[in-house]
T-cell receptor, first 113, second 112 residues
């Protein structure tokens, strides 16, 4: 069966520090991968999606970036965090060509102080 | 550009049936309609998906009229644990994959 994992689950980072969140999917190949952010009490905002290795599409201009170095690995990064980057970050995947059912990872709580 | 419109919030009591309607006037021929449930500090969880007419599973029913410009999620006999945010999504197929954009969702609060 397919599984998705992301880490770390929680982190507190100072303003200006770098960020790296990692997401991996097991049990499938060629998945579409997504990064979402959810501010406290708000809806989900699509940040990045990827349809293949090295193929990243950005939905929202920001100081975050994403990379897909391997087929089932998706990384969210920042060189210098802002206070506004605080939130709940979620990774998700969907099968290539399949219907829109998105299993999500466990989520990562980021607090920028 | 928002693709779906849902009520911001709804209140209900335990044991009642809850119907949440979503509008998606610009739904495309190949789009499917999917509903998710999200609890605080957790990722959304798939509830049900449909293309037309009615779909039923062990937790919910989904009603889709012939024009497919709206859909209604029906939760039978809700309990306190059904208090959550419910999202309606319409598939947006792009070359090689999906670009999935969530709306604001509907906050359902179930009271005792």
């Amino acid at each position: 069966s397919q599984t998705i994992h992301q880490w770390p689950a929680t982190l507190v980072q100072p303003v200006g520090s770098p960020l790296s969140l990692e997401c991996t999917v097991e049990g499938t190949s060629n998945p579409n991968l997504y990064w979402y952010r959810q501010a406290a009490g708000r809806g989900l905002q699509l940040l990045f999606y990827s349809v293949g290795i090295g193929q990243i599409s950005s939905e929202v201009p920001q100081n975050l970036s994403a990379s897909r170095p391997q087929d089932r690995q998706f990384i969210l990064s920042s060189k210098k965090l802002l206070l506004s980057d605080s939130g709940f970050y979620l990774c998700a995947w969907s099968p290539r060509g399949g219907h829109q059912v998105l299993p999500f990872g466990e989520g990562s709580w980021l607090t920028v102080v | 550009l928002a693709k779906t419109t849902q009520p911001i919030s709804m209140d209900s009591y335990e044991g009642q049936e809850v119907n949440i309607t979503c509008s998606h006037n610009n739904i495309a021929t190949n789009d499917y309609i999917t509903w998710y449930q999200q609890f605080p500090s957790q990722g959304p969880r798939f509830i049900i998906q449909g293309y037309k007419t009615k779909v039923t599973n062990e937790v919910a029913s989904l009603f889709i009229p012939a024009d497919r410009k709206s859909s209604t999620l029906s939760l039978p006999r809700v309990s306190l644990s059904d208090t959550a945010v419910y999202y309606c999504l319409v598939g947006d197929i792009i070359t090689g994959g999906f670009k999935t954009i969530f709306g604001a969702g509907t906050r359902l609060f179930v009271k005792a």
